[in-house]
Nanobody, 115 residues
Framework: HVQLVESGGGSVQAGGSLNLSCTYKNLPSDYCMAWFRQPPGKEREWVATIDKTFAARYPDSVKGRFTISRVNDKSASYLQMNNLKPEDTAMYYC???????????WGQGTQVTVS
């Protein structure tokens, strides 16, 4: 049974920081890990990806402010978010996916509110 659990969301003032965590069970470490977000009334959008070689990618909207990392020994991924802006307000989701098999799994989300 695969399980992804996000934590670390909350409310913060503009310019502040949050560190989101995603822990997983029953998946090997060769899965890529990613974060997505869904602002109120909008579609889900990609935020960051880190693959099994620890190579990270970001869209321009968060590049330089967000940092994704992973610790395989802890079965975890982290999203450090700095200099938060009101437009970063969203439900943040963790996703794990395998490039070869195309299997993917999602967490339940954690809310981030920036005012």
């Amino acid at each position: 049974h695969v399980q992804l659990v996000e934590s670390g969301g909350g409310s913060v003032q503009a310019g502040g920081s949050l560190n989101l965590s995603c822990t997983y069970k029953n998946l090997p470490s060769d899965y890529c890990m990613a974060w997505f977000r869904q602002p109120p009334g909008k579609e889900r959008e990609w935020v960051a990806t880190i693959d099994k070689t620890f190579a990270a990618r970001y869209p321009d909207s968060v590049k330089g402010r967000f940092t994704i990392s992973r610790v395989n020994d802890k079965s975890a991924s982290y999203l450090q978010m700095n200099n938060l802006k009101p437009e970063d307000t969203a439900m943040y989701y963790c996703k794990m996916f395998h490039r070869a098999t195309l299997h993917e799994y999602w967490g339940q989300g954690t809310q981030v509110t920036v005012s």
